[in-house]
């Protein structure tokens, strides 16, 4: 890919990007912790217009700014207009905003994207630590059975906490392309055992010791990768989601294996089985849900915390099918383009996906956004 000319134009571009991301990202972020609770007058629904004012930005840039043709502008007011009204349907809109924003960000350098996510989100994650400690924010503490005591510091749940941590320790080693220093390891060491201390979420610390573990062993994953084709890896994410998509359906409670799996992923199986009993639709459906922090002790809980069973029961059997589409462009491009910290990336997002909800959320998934991008950074060279 040629190197990006930085033209007027094109930093005028990037800066209108870099603050579409930043006011999406801050919005989506702080709509799931607990300053729209206590702090007054800082309601979700400004949070979520500052979420939209970002998405605003980001269509200017992609209407009037890039030099688009009016076949790829006329293709993206169709497509987001389809995301819309499909989001609109499920009362969530975070894969549209998710998709202006990836448009918005085609042929920019991903490594910017990268280290605005990374600033930002570590900035939030301090700061409401910090409003915690102050006793300014409630936190939100659960007790799992036996007594251990989980915090949210500042965030809606324990898990969503871990999973901010999760997804910035995967976007900081594609970052650095998953070569770090004895120091960087050690503090990502301290980091994964920290966040099991004090949320005691056991998936996430298993996620995060993934990470760590393909982070040692990247030199021979390379290798491993160089040896499979595109197909191959393509074949290896479809049966990945479609194994995922069967445990869910075809949970039998009765069955001890199934019992015990389902009790280690915290009852996700059940009510993933819920949401895929009810009938699949062409363009989604709302689900009332009763949990992530919102629970009502009045009535009975219910969540799906699953994003794969979340696209295909509540937002359509079309954007799932247009989401298995993408899945296979990104592996076949990561494949093909040799950018193979990416392509972990994608993989440790995806594993994720499957046991949380917050595959479309920006404050936590990054790595849809090298859909478009120019990844040169992140090439692996032949030798």
Same mark, same amino acid.
């Given at each position: 890919?040629?190197?990006?000319?930085?033209?007027?134009? %094109?930093? *005028?571009?990037?800066?209108?990007?870099?603050?579409?991301?930043? @006011?999406?990202?801050?919005?989506?972020?702080?709509?799931?912790?607990?300053?729209?609770?206590?702090?007054?007058?800082?309601?979700?629904?400004?949070?979520?217009?500052?979420?939209?004012?970002?998405?605003?930005?980001?269509?200017?840039?992609?209407?009037?700014?890039?030099?688009? /043709?009016?076949?790829?502008?006329?293709?993206?007011?169709?497509?987001?207009?389809? @995301?819309?009204?499909?989001?609109?349907? %499920?009362? =969530?809109?975070?894969? #549209?905003?998710?998709?202006?924003?990836?448009?918005? %960000?085609?042929?920019?350098?991903?490594?910017?994207?990268?280290?605005?996510?990374?600033?930002?989100?570590?900035?939030?994650?301090?700061?409401?630590?910090? =409003?915690?400690?102050?006793?300014?924010?409630?936190?939100?503490?659960?007790?799992?059975?036996?007594?251990?005591?989980?915090?949210? #510091?500042?965030?809606?749940?324990?898990?969503?906490?871990?999973?901010?941590?999760?997804?910035?320790?995967? %976007?900081?080693?594609?970052?650095?392309?998953?070569?770090?220093? *004895?120091?960087?390891?050690?503090?990502?060491?301290?980091?994964?055992?920290?966040? +099991?201390?004090?949320?005691?979420?056991?998936?996430?610390?298993?996620?995060?010791?993934?990470?760590?573990?393909?982070?040692?062993?990247?030199?021979?994953?390379?290798?491993?990768?160089?040896?499979? &084709?595109?197909?191959?890896?393509?074949?290896?994410? @479809?049966?990945?989601?479609?194994?995922?998509?069967?445990?869910?359906?075809?949970?039998?409670?009765? *069955?001890? *294996? #199934?019992?015990?799996?389902?009790?280690?992923? /915290?009852?996700?199986?059940?009510?993933?089985?819920?949401?895929?009993?009810?009938?699949?639709?062409? +363009?989604?459906?709302?689900?009332?849900?009763?949990?992530?922090?919102?629970?009502?002790?009045?009535?009975?809980?219910?969540?799906? &915390?699953?994003?794969?069973?979340?696209?295909?029961?509540?937002?359509?059997?079309?954007?799932?099918?247009?989401?298995?589409?993408?899945?296979?462009?990104?592996?076949?491009?990561?494949?093909?383009?040799?950018?193979?910290?990416? =392509?972990?990336?994608?993989?440790?997002?995806?594993?994720?996906?499957?046991?949380?909800?917050?595959?479309?959320?920006?404050?936590?998934?990054?790595? +849809?956004?090298?859909?478009?991008?120019?990844?040169?950074?992140?090439?692996?060279?032949?030798?």
């Amino acid at each position: 890919m040629a190197q990006l000319e930085l033209t007027p134009k %094109a930093n *005028w571009g990037r800066k209108i990007l870099l603050v579409a991301l930043g @006011l999406a990202l801050l919005g989506n972020y702080l709509r799931g912790t607990q300053l729209p609770v206590d702090v007054s007058g800082l309601s979700p629904l400004i949070l979520f217009r500052i979420s939209q004012l970002g998405v605003g930005l980001a269509t200017i840039k992609i209407l009037f700014i890039d030099a688009n /043709s009016w076949r790829f502008k006329a293709g993206f007011l169709a497509m987001s207009l389809f @995301l819309y009204y499909v989001g609109s349907n %499920a009362h =969530l809109l975070d894969i #549209f905003f998710y998709f202006v924003i990836l448009v918005a %960000a085609k042929d920019e350098d991903y490594r910017w994207l990268l280290r605005c996510y990374l600033i930002e989100v570590a900035v939030i994650m301090l700061s409401l630590a910090l =409003l915690t400690f102050g006793g300014i924010l409630n936190d939100m503490t659960m007790v799992r059975p036996g007594g251990t005591l989980r915090m949210s #510091f500042g965030s809606v749940t324990p898990s969503d906490f871990a999973a901010h941590v999760f997804h910035w320790l995967v %976007a900081y080693f594609c970052y650095r392309n998953f070569k770090l220093s *004895w120091i960087e390891y050690l503090v990502s060491l301290v980091a994964t055992w920290g966040v +099991f201390r004090f949320t005691g979420t056991r998936l996430d610390l298993i996620l995060m010791a993934v990470t760590l573990v393909l982070a040692v062993s990247y030199p021979k994953l390379k290798k491993l990768i160089n040896y499979l &084709d595109g197909w191959s890896l393509g074949a290896i994410m @479809l049966v990945y989601l479609g194994f995922n998509l069967a445990m869910n359906y075809l949970f039998t409670p009765e *069955w001890t *294996w #199934f019992r015990r799996v389902d009790e280690l992923l /915290s009852h996700r199986l059940t009510y993933g089985q819920l949401a895929l009993q009810k009938p699949l639709t062409l +363009f989604g459906r709302y689900f009332r849900e009763n949990g992530n922090g919102k629970f009502n002790p009045h009535q009975p809980y219910f969540f799906i &915390d699953s994003s794969f069973v979340r696209l295909l029961a509540m937002q359509g059997i079309l954007l799932f099918t247009c989401f298995v589409i993408m899945l296979i462009f990104l592996v076949w491009r990561f494949k093909a383009e040799r950018t193979y910290s990416l =392509l972990l990336g994608l993989g440790l997002v995806l594993l994720s996906a499957a046991i949380d909800h917050h595959l479309w959320e920006l404050s936590y998934n990054f790595i +849809f956004l090298a859909s478009l991008t120019d990844n040169q950074h992140f090439i692996v060279k032949r030798k």
